[in-house]
Each structure stands twice: as C-alpha cells, then as structure tokens.
C-alpha cells in the first residue's frame, strides 16, 4: 500500500466538517514538528509530544470528530486536526516510531501530496489512506487548509484511556 483514495466527503456532510473546523480553530497551537513549520496543530483522542522517547497521555476528546475517525480507521488510537496557513508545508518526512504505518487523512483543501516523489492531486473532501513510514510531503499553497489524521499506535505505546 502506497496511497489509496478511500472514499470523498461531500456536499452538506463537508460543509458541516468545514464548520467544525471553524468552531476549534481556537484549540489549535503551534506545531512540534520539525517538518511543518507554521503548522497549527490539536492532538484528538491521545497527544504526543513526539519526543524520541515519547510521551503519550490523553489529548483532546470530541465525540464527533471520534466518530469520523472511527468510521474511516476502526479503533483509532491517535489523530491530529491541523490548519496549514497560507504558504505553509510538509518537508519530506516519515511519521515518528510510535505510529503503526496506516494513517488515514481527510483533506479539507485541494492539495499536492507527493508520496515517495509521486504527486497526487487531492481535493477537498479526500479521504487517503497512505503509509506514512514512505517518505511524504506536501506542496505549499496561497489559501490555508485544514486536515485531520487518524493513526494507530503501535502496540507498546498504546496505554488505555477514558473509555477505551
Ligand atoms: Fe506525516
């Protein structure tokens, strides 16, 4: 598996994603990762400080956004809603150690994502699924854009939290 368009959200079900977007803005702070500058970033379910050694504690619950995830990667254990400001990017890079290599990505813009070179033109509502041990990136763009993740962990980092 390399990437795989699982499916699009559209119409009133987007319009309402693009809602939520707008109405968590405000829980978004700067990104710890070294490959997206710029990034604003929100750690659902579980948060990461992405640490070599990392430490992995409960992040931020929302039964809605859970439920998207769950539909899209059963049994997610970890996600990230994220805003890319304008001219924003992601340099080439794997996700970290801690992450089983199933990630599962809603794109809430249209977006270049190149994955181990290869460029794919994704549009809002694009939902991917790609290995993120692959090396991937993004393209920068003029207009800012949301995006959610969905991981598992692997199974040494994975402690249960409330309700799991
Ligand atoms: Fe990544």
Same mark, same amino acid.
């Given at each position: ?15 309402? =994603?693009h809602?939520?977007c707008?109405?968590?803005?405000? #829980? %978004?702070? &700067? ?7 710029? *990034? ?31 539909? =899209? ?8 809603? #994220? %805003?890319y &400001? ?7 890079? *794997? ?12 794109n809430l813009s249209d977006v ?10 994704l549009k809002n509502g694009d ?12 393209? &920068?763009k003029?207009t800012e854009r949301f995006a ?17």
């Amino acid at each position: 598996m390399s990437i795989e368009n699982i499916g699009r959200i559209k119409g009133e079900n987007l319009a309402n =994603l693009h809602s939520w977007c707008e109405e968590h803005r405000k #829980l %978004l702070s &700067p990104t710890l990762s070294r490959y997206a500058r710029g *990034r604003q970033e929100l750690w659902l379910r579980r948060y990461c400080d992405l640490r070599r050694d990392p430490t992995i504690v409960q992040g931020y619950r929302n039964e809605r956004i859970e439920a998207l995830g769950e539909r =899209l990667l059963p049994g997610f254990h970890i996600g990230l809603f #994220l %805003l890319y &400001p304008p001219k924003t990017c992601i340099l080439p890079h *794997r996700d970290h150690g801690c992450l089983a290599p199933t990630a599962v990505s809603v794109n809430l813009s249209d977006v270049v994502f190149v994955l181990n070179e290869e460029r794919h033109e994704l549009k809002n509502g694009d939902v991917t699924r790609f290995n993120s041990k692959s090396l991937h990136a993004t393209e &920068p763009k003029e207009t800012e854009r949301f995006a959610l993740i969905f991981w598992h962990l692997k199974e040494k980092y994975v402690k249960p939290i409330k309700g799991e």
